[in-house]
């Protein structure tokens, strides 16, 4: 069975604090992976998707990288507006379905 | 450019009511439609995705159902609301290309 987990459960960071987040999934045949953004209350917002091992996207201060069997999505220099819940998705490609980890939910404090 | 919109933002209904949930999708033709259930702390399980028309697919044996009527209205009811029922209810669609998902705002869904 498909397994998408995600480390830390929670992060708290002061502003400026760099840190990564851990996203490893147990898959055969990747499609892509798929990270988003979520407000509390509101449905995810789309960040990046990553589709082989080697990849990285960037978007302000996150930056997604990709291996075989994880993925790290970097946050530089965190600001308080970059508080939010990070769950990262995997595409198996054999059928129309996502498999969701349970995500990490960062605070960043000013 | 496409939108999405999912309605009504909050519900709380009783046991044993009925329920309609309604999602649109703005800007494309022929999307991919998705109902997604979280729970608290919990990651987003899939109830139900329709490639079509007529066409739904259903993930967990439930209390729920689905329904398309037309190529961008996914509906998602139930005759008899049970207290498990409650949590936070998202529409999503795809191109069908790749399944990069993009979400409506949600519904928290409150069974008392």
């Known amino acids: 069975e498909d397994q998408v987990t995600q480390s830390p459960e929670a992060l708290r960071l002061q502003e400026g604090e760099s840190s990564s987040l851990n996203c490893s999934y147990t898959?055969?045949?990747?499609?892509?992976l798929f990270w988003y953004r979520q407000d509390p209350g509101k449905g995810p917002e789309f960040l990046f998707t990553l589709y082989s091992a080697g990849e990285e996207k960037e978007k302000e201060r996150l930056k997604a990288t990709l291996t075989k069997k994880e993925s790290f999505l970097h946050i530089t220099a965190p600001k308080p507006e970059d508080s939010a819940t990070y769950l990262c998705a995997v595409d198996r490609g054999n059928d129309y379905k996502l498999s969701f980890g349970a995500g990490t939910t960062v605070t960043v404090r000013a | 450019s496409q939108t999405i919109h999912q309605w009504p933002a909050t519900l709380v209904q009783p046991v044993g009511s009925p329920l309609s949930l309604e999602c649109t999708v703005e800007g494309t033709s022929n999307p991919n439609l998705y109902w997604y259930r979280q729970a608290a702390g919990r990651g987003l399980q899939l109830l139900f995705y329709s490639v079509g028309i007529g066409q739904i697919s259903s993930e967990v044996p439930q209390n729920l159902s689905a329904s398309r009527p037309q190529d961008r209205q996914f509906i998602l009811s139930s005759k008899k609301l049970l207290l498990s029922d409650s949590g936070f209810y998202l529409c999503?669609?795809?191109?069908?290309?790749?399944?990069?998902?993009?979400f409506g705002s949600g519904t928290q869904l409150s069974v008392l």
């Open positions: 898959v055969s045949g990747l499609r892509g």
């Open positions: 999503a669609w795809s191109t069908g290309v790749d399944e990069k998902l993009f």
